[in-house]
């Protein structure tokens, strides 16, 4: 079958409603972004570890109005590549780029589908996406700079530009980005979940579905419920920037030319902001971590050459992890004077996390045990992940137990916390995901050795910049903070940065390994077979070559769960889930 | 050009070509092995003895940074509910240090243990329950017990009653500095509101006498500018002035109603209050700290003191603590001694003068613009005697007079 019109480059490349070519789209705006990203952290690192000194290379890259007389990064510049770095990075990078590619990549292909159940939503996705990621950049340009609020843009800082330079023009196009990145996320979201629901192919029972398409599925919910609530936030930002409202705006005094004005706004409250943000906020770690995760599941399962340990636990898991997360956002606002009894609340259900999170790292161990593993190197990245999630899902006890959270709250701590458990473990989840669909988007493998290379130098790097970032926090350091020399207490902190800044730097070029490995494997990797990986799902009974409609003649009907690795009595150690049972055969 | 400059790029060159010859020659030596980008008995080897050392890396690397830079992490609290939280700290992270030096090492073990040999075969098991309700059953007891522990010290820490028997303290945010206020004689802090700010008022405090000074300036100014207004002939001028009086009288209607509506004895509580730029706090005394900010949200970060609270513009928020060291007896720790001392060899290194001491000090812990790396105040903490002497020096010769 497959619908055969004519193709031109256009409906091709670029204006493409086939799901595979959206993937790629997502992907490679998500890869350039995470590039941007990266730069950022590497020129603020530049500043931490040299604090005061010139910085030729951002002064380049954005232009003089980034740096002071001197050369040396202003303060305002440090505070507008933070807020950026992490905006890309959480949006762009790990929602969109993730979420983009694989999700668009591998729910047709994992559950027989001939593509998304609406194609042209998915395309305009994918455009609102990239629509939104120039504004984002673009934002760089303008007078005042990009927002520089945090990415958590708080207001009344983010509602005047009185206040910070970047709460101009800067802010209104964060905002606007922010709006279409909302309204690509909410149309790709709403077609996922469609389609996971009514296209699954004959026998491809929810309960045999691979563990990706279900981590994908509870993404696409939290997203779909909590994204609407981040888009009101903001529309309430723009009325009190635009209209004179006050809905976070009360009792404020701001000097305007040396002049103190009192503003006419009253009777807000800036707290509100908070709540509505991080009823988003929370659910988006989650919407980053969880596909990673069923990349992973999926990874380790195929690579370890065993059924994932504990299935229906782990989609228990991600449900209840889906479910909690949204009654947890309170463990970002302990110290805002929130009455204590509702922290207390907060406390209770954000450490309940904790046991579906210890659940499905015990399974992945238990998975690994007695498996015959193949080191890919999608299967390292993979095997780093759970590391990395432990490692910074145990410091979350610490910061979500109120009390405690007294003293780290917005520290380096937090820094070191969420950038391991939330940015590590998903970047390893992508870098992982990557490696592995590679074969399946461009029909040629990567570069193993490089691979390798890239694996060891990147995981190394990573715990190198982050785990050192904890002693940073526990010596009271406040994050944000352009400098730390205004504190003489704190100048001994400088054998911590630097050790980080080290670390990032180099971790930064190592980079260029992957980059360069991708591009080249593009034209001059090994052809892939058919199953590379020798795997069981239904994306690798497809042809290597892309075609319209997935696969040339009917699709394959599914007779068995995914996980039928070294099941005793098979001749191989893997039995796709098309090949039906043998005579008395139990399921598993 | 500078010859320097020239250097620069002939070595980046260099970097990039050796980079380019080095991946040409693993990828010509992958020809050679004829090596299809498959994982081999070999690969899984070498990578499963890596991740073997990484596991027990991870484990050295905790060690290393926690004896080269543990001193330079925070010391022993100096508030009495700094020591239950550090009870509390000192549990939850000897907990998840555990969990981490277990778990880390084994799942690295189990990768070295079970890597993968062409004729091997995994083992089939998709499931196992006990197993399963096991390790539910065990963290789901542990943090019962955290949470319960951690909600009695929530509970201690914030409970609504310990400002009883308290001093209390106004610290007031803004871009980018603080200011304290004490109560003075009455123990209570007038009312304050940015409508009542005057340059001899930063605080805005609410008093009879502001009241009267600032009414009395409005009323000027409104008095001056209809003056104005008559003999003005531009009526662009013109429009400018008599914009600019209703907007007085606006302000004058909502002044007298906002001091309308604060009552006369909180008016009175207003005016024996001091303002001062350093907080001074007695030792063992217990300190109800109240936080205003008049533009953005800024938070008021002690964290000697294991203490922090936002302070939100248009809301009232309340920190309440005991310290117990003072400044005189924090210098002695040994952690500190080394820590000043690394402080100053490093500050000579960079030429300036290697002579600062320990302070206590307050820290902007929330984003609030440009210099919010910047917006400190110092902490000093001294005993009873060395504090009324300092209070009764301040409100003689106190920042604003004529509360
Ligand atoms: C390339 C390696 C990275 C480095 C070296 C790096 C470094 C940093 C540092 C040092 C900060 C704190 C700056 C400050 O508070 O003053 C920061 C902030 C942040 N980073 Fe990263 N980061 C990296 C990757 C990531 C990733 C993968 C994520 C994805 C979750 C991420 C998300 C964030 C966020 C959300 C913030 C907070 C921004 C804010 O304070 O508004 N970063 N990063
Ligand atoms: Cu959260
Ligand atoms: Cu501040």
């Known amino acids: 079958m497959g619908h055969h019109h004519k193709e031109n480059f256009f409906s091709k490349y670029i204006f493409s409603m086939d799901h595979k070519m959206i993937a790629k789209q997502f992907l490679l705006t998500g890869m350039f972004m995470g590039v941007v990203a990266m730069v950022l952290s590497a020129l603020f690192r530049m500043q931490l570890a040299n604090p005061g000194s010139k910085n030729p290379i951002l002064e380049f890259l954005l232009g003089s109005n980034y740096v002071t007389e001197a050369g040396a990064m202003t303060p305002d510049a440090y505070l507008a590549l933070v807020t950026i770095h992490g905006t890309i990075m959480v949006f762009f990078v790990l929602t969109g780029g993730l979420s983009g590619t694989f999700a668009n990549l591998l729910i047709p292909l994992q559950l027989g589908a001939r593509d998304m159940a609406s194609g042209f939503m998915n395309m305009l996705s994918y455009w609102f996406f990239f629509l939104s990621s120039l504004i984002m950049i673009a934002s760089f340009f303008v007078t005042g700079g990009p927002a520089s609020a945090g990415w958590t843009i708080y207001p009344p800082l983010s509602a005047m530009e009185l206040a910070i330079d970047g709460s101009g023009l800067g802010m209104d196009l964060w905002l606007i980005s922010m709006t279409l990145f909302i309204v690509s996320s909410l149309l790709g979201g709403l077609n996922y979940i469609v389609t996971i629901l009514n296209l699954r192919t004959k026998g491809m029972s929810m309960t045999r579905m691979p563990l990706t398409m279900w981590a994908i599925f509870v993404t696409a919910i939290l997203g779909v419920l909590s994204f609407p609530v981040l888009l009101s936030a903001a529309l309430l930002l723009v009325f009190d920037r635009t209209m004179g409202t006050s809905f976070y705006l009360s009792d404020i005094m701001l000097a305007e030319n040396g002049i103190m004005q009192v503003l006419a706004h009253d009777g807000g409250s800036p707290v509100l902001f908070q709540h509505l943000f991080w009823f988003l906020g929370h659910p988006e770690v989650y919407i980053v971590l969880l596909p990673a995760l069923g990349i992973t599941s999926e990874i380790i399962a195929t690579n370890s050459r065993k059924p994932i340990f504990g299935y229906r636990a782990m989609i228990g898991s991600i449900f209840a992890i889906g479910f909690l997360s949204f009654i947890v956002w309170g463990h970002h606002m302990f110290i805002t004077g929130m009455n204590p009894f509702l922290g207390s609340v907060f406390v209770f259900t954000t450490l309940l996390i904790a046991i579906p999170s210890a659940i499905k790292v015990f399974n992945y161990i238990a998975t690994l045990w007695r498996g015959n593993l193949q080191f890919t190197p999608a299967m390292l990245f993979s095997i780093a992940l759970v590391s990395t999630f432990i490692t910074g899902g145990l410091t979350g006890l610490i910061l979500g137990d109120s009390a405690l959270d007294i003293n780290v709250h917005d520290t380096y701590f937090v820094v070191a916390h969420f950038h391991i458990v939330m940015g590590l473990s998903a970047i390893f989840g992508m870098l992982a995901g990557v490696y592995h669909w590679y074969p399946r988007m461009y029909g040629r493998l990567m570069n193993l050795k490089l691979g390798y290379v890239h694996f060891w130098g990147t995981f190394i790097c990573a715990y190198g910049t982050f785990f050192p970032m904890h002693f940073l926090g526990m010596a009271g350091l406040p994050r944000r903070y352009y400098d730390n020399t205004a504190y003489p207490m704190f100048e001994s902190l400088i054998s911590i940065n630097e050790v980080v800044s080290f670390f990032a730097i180099t971790g930064a070029i190592i980079q260029v390994i992957f980059f360069f490995n991708f591009f080249y494997s593009m034209y001059r990797g090994t052809k892939s077979p058919q199953n590379p990986w020798k795997s069981n799902t239904l994306e690798w009974t497809a042809p290597v070559e892309h075609i319209h409609g997935n696969w040339p003649g009917e699709i394959p009907t599914v007779h068995r769960w995914a996980y039928d690795y070294s099941k005793p009595g098979k001749k191989e150690d893997f039995v796709p889930q098309n090949v039906p049972l043998s005579k008395g055969e139990k399921e598993h | ?403």
């Open chain 2, 1 to 403: 050009m500078d010859l320097n400059f020239i250097l620069k790029i002939v070595i980046g060159l260099l970097v990039i070509i050796t980079f380019f010859q080095v991946i040409r020659l693993i990828e010509l030596s992958s020809r050679l092995a004829e090596n299809k980008d498959e994982v081999t008995d070999r690969s899984n080897k070498i990578n499963g003895i890596l991740l073997f050392i990484s596991g027990f890396a991870l484990v050295a690397f905790f060690f290393w940074q926690r004896a080269q830079w543990g001193y330079l992490t925070l010391q022993d609290p100096a508030s009495e509910h700094g020591v239950l939280i550090d009870q509390l700290w000192d549990t939850t992270m000897g907990l998840i240090i555990v969990v981490f030096l277990i778990l880390n090492p084994v799942l690295f073990g189990f990768a070295f243990l079970y890597r993968g040999r062409k004729n091997r075969k995994a083992y089939f098991i998709s499931h196992n329950n006990k197993l399963e309700i096991f390790w539910t059953a065990v963290p789901t007891v542990v943090l019962s017990g955290l949470i319960v522990y951690g909600l009695m010290v929530w509970g201690d820490v914030t409970n609504v009653n310990n400002a009883k028997g308290g001093i209390f303290i106004e610290v007031y945010a803004k871009q980018f500095n603080w200011t304290a206020r004490y109560a003075g004689e009455d123990n209570k802090l007038g009312d304050g509101h940015v409508r009542f700010y005057a340059p001899t008022n930063p605080l805005g405090v609410v008093t009879d006498n502001m009241y009267k000074i600032q009414s009395e300036d409005l009323d000027e100014k409104i008095i001056i500018d209809k003056e104005k207004l008559l003999v003005e002939k531009n009526i662009g001028k013109q429009k400018t002035i008599s914009d600019r009086i209703d907007r007085n009288i606006a302000k004058q209607k909502m002044f007298k109603a906002y001091y309308n509506s604060i009552s006369e004895e909180e008016r009175k509580s207003g005016e024996d209050d001091i303002v001062v730029a350093e907080l001074y706090l007695p030792v063992n005394q217990k300190v109800a700290m109240k936080f205003r900010s008049q533009d953005v949200i800024h938070s008021a970060y002690m964290p000697h003191f294991r203490a922090q609270m936002n302070c939100v513009p248009g809301l009232s928020t309340q920190f309440v603590f005991t310290p117990t060291k003072t400044t005189e007896e924090m210098r002695k720790n040994p952690d500190i001694i080394k820590q000043v001392k690394e402080a100053n060899r490093i500050l000579e290194g960079k030429g300036q003068q290697g002579n600062v001491e320990f302070d206590y000090s307050l820290l902007c812990n929330k984003i609030c613009g440009n210099a919010h790396y910047n917006m400190k105040m110092k902490i000093v903490v001294v005993s009873q005697e060395e504090y009324d002497i300092w209070l009764k020096e301040q409100a003689e010769t106190r920042m604003i007079k004529n509360m």
